[in-house]
Structures are given as structure tokens and as C-alpha cells.
């Protein structure tokens, strides 16, 4: 029986799945069942940060899993404190505290959680609790309950309904509009600074700046949703330092490419006092107020302190802004009528498309023709909504793979802007 069959008969079809069938790779390379090689720009969505197989990740999950792959978070696991140490002082570098999950989702189910508990320390001047988290249109943190619910994306939520209460999305960039929406019962201002799956839309530094400042006015939290931008891949650990480098944010969650294709995810809470008493934020999530079977395990732990070492030591972060230069450039050397825009930081990309260049059939968008094409020329990429293509290569990619990608690229648009007669 076919993969293909198996998954009709045995899987939930909660992916609408392309039929490609992988079954190894090694570096920027992934081959199919077929013995098929493709260059691969989307890495798990930005989740194989080195690529595929790396050789200090395999290692290290090699080694670990003869050692101790799980046990129990009633005891301190050492790898977890090294890990949570190096993300603190490599990466962060703001005193704070971490806790560790299994996916973003988890993450900032976390950090919604954590402003719960900020608004009971923190009350409305009636007493009652203020609960309430700011997101923003076309923003993605997930689909379990409470992420989703934050999602402002009606298409994610459509269904499962009724949502957790306590959020409202308003339109991102808009400093207008978020000055004059902040109610007593707000508590929480979360947002990706790059949007990855809503389209890969950039915030302005002016916005940052001022969602900060309306945080300290209002004693506001300010959580970054860094799940698919963080450590690395937009050209600093942190992508909000690429914006806005002196904005300090209460909270931020990650997880994909912090574990190189592992399944871990994090949040971190600052050790900021909020009172006059000296209470630290961070002190609000103690013993009982959350967690995690399998969060921070071993065996993740291992893996995820191998890439990030990685990343930090070959100054990847650094190459990511170089690979970006060199994408930029050519694409816009091209001159190509269907390419719109380029948008994004480092190497998340997002390449704007006009569909009206692009035969659609009905069901499909012009994002998901393009990415099929793409695929039968050997180039894996994934859209970031109706319009919009990502490119998502290791960190480590070098530049003949980003050179032999763009080629597969040009001659893929070219035929959308310049069709046959």
C-alpha cells in the first residue's frame, strides 16, 4: 500500500498535504521516495535551522539518547539550566527566566497564561482582574485553544467556536488605531514582529516603538511571538533587535528552529520588577502554575543547545542578513512584472505575487501555483497566504544553493510574466 493510501486510511486530513513523499536529506537537500532531489527553502517551515542532518545535531541527539533520553521535571535536569543559561546570556541578554515546551503553540499559550496572572497581581482600579491580550490582524501564535483564540485570523478560527475570551485584533502598523484601544481590562500587547504564515509583513520600527510606549503608559505587558523569526533567522537572536534594538520586551516565545527539527518550544518571562515591593514578573509563574510532561527534556535539551551554540559560533545570524542581500538584489534585478514586493528580514522572505499574472484554478490560489512549479523544477517552498511565496533555506545555506535556488525561481516567474502566445 502507498504513503499516499496509508494516509487516506489511518490519518486525519487536517493538512492539505502536496504529494511529495521525503524520506532523507542532508544539508540544504531533501530526496523523495523516488530517489528525486530538491533544494529545500522551506526546511519544516523554518524549523531545520542547519538543514537537514546536521552533523553537531546528530551528534549531540546520538550521544544523549544513550545517556538519558527523558525524566521527570520534578528533578533539575542539567541540561535544561545550561540551556535556559544560554539563551539568557547569548541570546536574549535580559535578565529573565525560561520555561520550556514542546511547540510555539504551547509557548504562548504560556505567555497568555502569564498575563492572566499579571492582570490578578495587577487589577482594574475597581479590583477586578484585567485579562485582556492585544493582537493583530493576520497574525499566527498557533491552533490550540488559547493560541488560536489570539490568532487574528478568522480562517484559523472558523468552526471552533466559541473562542477563549479576552483578545481583540486590530490592524498591524496602526499606531492610530492601538492608542485608542487600550480598555481597563487590557493587560497584554502580543504580536510577531515579523508575520510569517499572515503574508511575511515586517513591523515598522515606529510601531514597535510605540506599542512599548503605550505598555509603560498603561502597565501594559509586551510579548513577541518570535516562534518562527527568533534565533537567527532574521538576522540577530532576536528579531525585534533588527526593528527596534532598544525596546526590552515582559515576555517572548519561540520554538521551530530553536531545535533544528526537535520538538521544542519556550517562553521567557523578564525579571522586571513590577511593584514597588520589587516583584519580579518573572516570580508571578511559580510552583503549580504550569507546565510540561515532556518540556525541556533531555534529549531536546541536548539537541536544541547544538544548534543554538551553532548558530551563535559560526555567526550564522550574521550570514542570514548576507544570504538576504544577495536574494534581495537579484530578485529585484529580474524586473519581473508578477513579482510585487519583497518583505521580510534575513532569510524569512516573503515574495509579494500579482495574481492576475497567474492562471488560477478555482480552490487553488496563486501562491500555491507557483509553489507547485516550483516543486516539479526541484525548489520547495511554502506560501504565506493567497499572494505570497517564502523563502525559509538553512541558516547555513551557502551561495551557490541560494544562487541554483533564485535560477529555479527566475524561470519558474518568468513564465507567469512573460506566458507563451
Given at each position: 500500500?502507498?504513503?499516499?493510501?496509508?494516509?487516506?486510511?489511518?490519518?486525519?486530513?487536517?493538512?492539505?498535504?502536496?504529494?511529495?513523499?521525503?524520506?532523507?536529506?542532508?544539508?540544504?537537500?531533501?530526496?523523495?521516495?523516488?530517489?528525486?532531489?530538491?533544494?529545500?527553502?522551506?526546511?519544516?517551515i523554518a524549523v531545520?535551522?542547519?538543514?537537514?542532518?546536521?552533523?553537531?545535531?546528530?551528534?549531540?541527539?546520538?550521544?544523549?539518547?544513550?545517556?538519558?533520553?527523558?525524566?521527570?521535571?520534578?528533578?533539575?535536569?542539567?541540561?535544561?539550566?545550561?540551556?535556559?543559561?544560554?539563551?539568557?546570556?547569548?541570546?536574549?541578554?535580559?535578565?529573565?527566566?525560561?520555561?520550556?515546551?514542546?511547540?510555539?503553540?504551547?509557548?504562548?499559550?504560556?505567555?497568555?497564561?502569564?498575563?492572566?496572572?499579571?492582570?490578578?497581581?495587577?487589577?482594574?482600579?475597581?479590583?477586578?482582574?484585567?485579562?485582556?491580550?492585544?493582537?493583530?490582524?493576520?497574525?499566527?501564535?498557533?491552533?490550540?485553544?488559547?493560541?488560536?483564540?489570539?490568532?487574528?485570523?478568522?480562517?484559523?478560527?472558523?468552526?471552533?467556536?466559541?473562542?477563549?475570551?479576552?483578545?481583540?485584533?486590530?490592524?498591524?502598523?496602526?499606531?492610530?488605531?492601538?492608542?485608542?484601544?487600550?480598555?481597563?481590562?487590557?493587560?497584554?500587547?502580543?504580536?510577531?514582529?515579523?508575520?510569517?504564515?499572515?503574508?511575511?509583513?515586517?513591523?515598522?520600527?515606529?510601531?514597535?516603538?510605540?506599542?512599548?510606549?503605550?505598555?509603560?503608559?498603561?502597565?501594559?505587558?509586551?510579548?513577541?511571538?518570535?516562534?518562527?523569526?527568533?534565533?537567527?533567522?532574521?538576522?540577530?537572536?532576536?528579531?525585534?533587535?533588527?526593528?527596534?534594538?532598544?525596546?526590552?520586551?515582559?515576555?517572548?516565545?519561540?520554538?521551530?528552529?530553536?531545535?533544528?527539527?526537535v520538538p521544542i518550544?519556550?517562553?521567557?518571562?523578564?525579571?522586571?520588577?513590577?511593584?514597588?515591593?520589587?516583584?519580579?514578573?518573572?516570580?508571578?509563574?511559580?510552583?503549580?502554575?504550569?507546565?510540561?510532561?515532556?518540556?525541556?527534556?533531555?534529549?531536546?535539551?541536548?539537541?536544541?543547545?547544538?544548534?543554538?551554540?551553532?548558530?551563535?559560533?559560526k555567526e550564522l545570524?550574521?550570514?542570514?542578513?548576507?544570504?538576504?542581500?544577495?536574494?534581495?538584489?537579484?530578485?529585484?534585478?529580474?524586473?519581473?512584472?508578477?513579482?510585487?514586493?519583497?518583505?521580510?528580514?534575513?532569510?524569512?522572505?516573503?515574495?509579494?505575487?500579482?495574481?492576475?499574472?497567474?492562471?488560477?484554478?478555482?480552490?487553488?490560489?496563486?501562491?500555491?501555483?507557483?509553489?507547485?512549479?516550483?516543486?516539479?523544477?526541484?525548489?520547495?517552498?511554502?506560501?504565506?497566504?493567497?499572494?505570497?511565496?517564502?523563502?525559509?533555506?538553512?541558516?547555513?545555506?551557502?551561495?551557490?544553493?541560494?544562487?541554483?535556488?533564485?535560477?529555479?525561481?527566475?524561470?519558474?516567474?518568468?513564465?507567469?510574466?512573460?506566458?507563451?502566445?
Amino acid at each position: 500500500m502507498s504513503t499516499a493510501d496509508l494516509f487516506q486510511q489511518h490519518v486525519l486530513p487536517t493538512y492539505g498535504r502536496f504529494p511529495l513523499v521525503p524520506v532523507s536529506g542532508a544539508g540544504c537537500r531533501l530526496w523523495d521516495d523516488a530517489g528525486k532531489s530538491y533544494l529545500d527553502f522551506c526546511t519544516g517551515i523554518a524549523v531545520c535551522s542547519l538543514g537537514h542532518c546536521h552533523p553537531r545535531l546528530v551528534e549531540a541527539i546520538r550521544e544523549q539518547a544513550g545517556k538519558l533520553i527523558h525524566c521527570s521535571n520534578l528533578y533539575q535536569i542539567p541540561l535544561q539550566a545550561e540551556l535556559a543559561e544560554e539563551i539568557n546570556v547569548h541570546h536574549v541578554k535580559i535578565p529573565g527566566k525560561l520555561f520550556f515546551s514542546n511547540s510555539g503553540a504551547e509557548a504562548n499559550d504560556g505567555l497568555i497564561k502569564s498575563a492572566r496572572r499579571f492582570g490578578h497581581k495587577r487589577p482594574q482600579p475597581d479590583g477586578s482582574p484585567r485579562y485582556e491580550v492585544i493582537t493583530f490582524l493576520q497574525s499566527f501564535h498557533g491552533r490550540t485553544l488559547g493560541s488560536m483564540s489570539a490568532t487574528g485570523q478568522a480562517k484559523i478560527q472558523e468552526g471552533f467556536d466559541p473562542l477563549l475570551p479576552g483578545f481583540r485584533y486590530l490592524p498591524f502598523n496602526d499606531i492610530a488605531a492601538l492608542e485608542n484601544s487600550i480598555r481597563p481590562e487590557t493587560a497584554a500587547i502580543l504580536l510577531e514582529p515579523i508575520q510569517g504564515e499572515g503574508g511575511v509583513n515586517t513591523a515598522t520600527p515606529e510601531f514597535l516603538r510605540a506599542v512599548a510606549a503605550l505598555c509603560k503608559k498603561h502597565d501594559l505587558l509586551l510579548f513577541f511571538d518570535e516562534v518562527q523569526a527568533g534565533f537567527g533567522r532574521c538576522g540577530d537572536s532576536m528579531a525585534w533587535r533588527m526593528i527596534a534594538p532598544e525596546i526590552e520586551p515582559d515576555g517572548i516565545s519561540w520554538a521551530k528552529g530553536m531545535g533544528g527539527g526537535v520538538p521544542i518550544g519556550s517562553f521567557w518571562l523578564s525579571d522586571r520588577a513590577i511593584d514597588e515591593n520589587g516583584t519580579a514578573f518573572s516570580s508571578l509563574m511559580g510552583p503549580g502554575s504550569h507546565g510540561s510532561t515532556y518540556g525541556g527534556n533531555p534529549l531536546v535539551c541536548a539537541a536544541s543547545l547544538a544548534v543554538l551554540k551553532e548558530i551563535r559560533e559560526k555567526e550564522l545570524a550574521e550570514h542570514a542578513i548576507l544570504m538576504e542581500v544577495r536574494i534581495q538584489q537579484t530578485i529585484l534585478s529580474w524586473k519581473l512584472p508578477v513579482v510585487t514586493e519583497i518583505r521580510g528580514r534575513g532569510l524569512l522572505l516573503g515574495v509579494g505575487l500579482d495574481p492576475a499574472l497567474i492562471p488560477t484554478p478555482e480552490g487553488k490560489t496563486a501562491a500555491l501555483v507557483v509553489v507547485n512549479r516550483l516543486m516539479d523544477r526541484g525548489l520547495l517552498l511554502p506560501p504565506a497566504g493567497p499572494q505570497t511565496i517564502r523563502l525559509l533555506p538553512p541558516l547555513n545555506v551557502t551561495e551557490a544553493e541560494i544562487d541554483e535556488a533564485l535560477a529555479i525561481l527566475h524561470s519558474v516567474l518568468t513564465e507567469f510574466s512573460h506566458p507563451p502566445a
